[in-house]
């Protein structure tokens, strides 16, 4: 099992900066990728940005050149700069560990952290 713990969710004005942080404990041997999603009421979660254990990054197109993830070890941040109102949303921490059966990979959750941008 792996749990993570995260933390930095809050409030802050469009234009301003925040940053989230997730810490992984457990099993955490063999984790690849971990990432963030973020779910508004009503809607589907969707991915906002992914790094796997090479460090290489993707993110959705709206949040591309204002949010940036990083890891260190088995910590995954996201610095989120240029915050607009649209980005309001629980946010959710990921890490994808390989099962012991090839091919097979576990996705665990955070238990999600408040963003709310205020225009």
């Known amino acids: 099992q792996v749990q993570l713990v995260e933390s930095g969710g809050g409030l802050v004005q469009a234009g301003g900066s925040l940053s989230l942080s997730c810490a992984a404990s457990g099993s955490i041997s063999s984790i690849n990728a971990m990432g963030w999603y973020r779910q508004v009421l009503g809607k589907q979660r969707e991915l906002v940005a992914q790094?796997?254990?090479?460090?290489s990054t993707n993110y959705v197109d709206s949040v591309k050149g204002r949010f940036t993830i990083s890891r260190n070890g088995n910590v995954v941040y996201l610095q989120m700069n240029s915050l607009k109102s649209e980005d309001t949303a629980v946010y959710y921490c990921?890490?994808?560990?390989?099962?012991?059966?090839?091919?097979?990979?576990?996705?665990?959750w955070g238990q999600g952290t408040q963003v709310t941008v205020s225009s």
């Open positions: 990921t890490a994808d560990r390989a099962a012991q059966t090839p091919g097979v990979v576990t996705r665990y």
């Open positions: 790094i796997t254990s090479g460090d």
